[in-house]
Nanobody, 123 residues
Framework: QVQLVESGGGLVQAGGSLRLSCAAS????????MGWFRQAPGKEREFVAV????????YYADSVKGRFTISRDSAKNTVYLQMNSLKPEDTAIYYC????????????????WGQGTQVTVSS
């Protein structure tokens, strides 16, 4: 079982930037695809971005494409989400998660989840 701890959330004005971090411990981090998801009040948890176990592939939701960048540092067992040009609609709790699959974008394909970090974007 992998334990995940997110950090880096906060309050930012529209157009600003934040970088989220997700530190992993436990089983071998480098074997897993890593994903970021978010959940706004009253809404379903939705996919944001995923990175493959070897960092060769990334994929983004259309709503964040061109503004967010996912990356990972296997030496530090950490995955990052750089968020630029933030919009009020990006406000949500952001979660990182691991998948035993080589590639996944569905919530159901991710097993271990962090506790989440709040991102609030003011207009």
């Amino acid at each position: 079982q992998v334990q995940l701890v997110e950090s880096g959330g906060g309050l930012v004005q529209a157009g600003g930037s934040l970088r989220l971090s997700c530190a992993a411990s436990g089983r071998t981090f480098s074997r897993y695809a890593m994903g970021w998801f978010r959940q706004a009040p009253g809404k379903e948890r939705e996919f944001v971005a995923v990175i493959s176990w070897n960092s060769r592939m990334t994929y983004y939701a259309d709503s964040v494409k061109g503004r967010f960048t996912i990356s990972r540092d296997s030496a530090k067992n950490t995955v990052y989400l750089q968020m630029n040009s933030l919009k009020p609609e990006d406000t949500a709790i952001y979660y990182c998660a691991t998948s035993p699959l080589a590639w996944a974008t569905s919530v159901a394909d991710f097993g271990s989840w962090g506790q989440g970090t709040q991102v609030t974007v003011s207009s």
